[in-house]
């Protein structure tokens, strides 16, 4: 899709209430800020779906990724199911980086957490990327938009896994 209209965007998005629970404050922060700033600026549009604006539930379901896209006014649209199996490595990859980041943050330099910090984009962007792929002929999406999913879907398979 070459060109999208303004109302090929998410409104509201919703994070499965089973798929997810309380998590630690650092992941709690990020979810917060992941859906802010997807609210505040994405494209979002299901190829030969209706216009939007929409609202995405976010689901992992039999260890399956649920993408449940409804209209503005709730009419459901479309449900896109997702095998996790091509994103486990990365999403893998992606917590134990975290967590590195998150004990260099407490007690090692300002080098080290820079450090630490490049390697935790670059594994969030090599799993925005693959989601982008994913989605391909699916859902289209622009490489933000599908950065702020990546992680929201890093905050659903935490609890999940």
Known sequence: MSEHAPEDRLIAIELDAAS???AEENVEHERRVAIADLLEANRFRPED???GPYRLRLAIEEQR???DVSAEDGTPVRMFVFSLGPLRRILKDYFLICESYYEAVRDASLAQIEAVDMGRRGVHNEGSTLLKERLEGKIDVDFDTARRLFTLICA????SA
């Open 49 to 51: 779906g209706p216009g």
């Open 156 to 159: 659903l398979h935490r609890r």
């Open 65 to 67: 990724l649920v993408f």
């Open 20 to 22: 997810i629970g309380k």
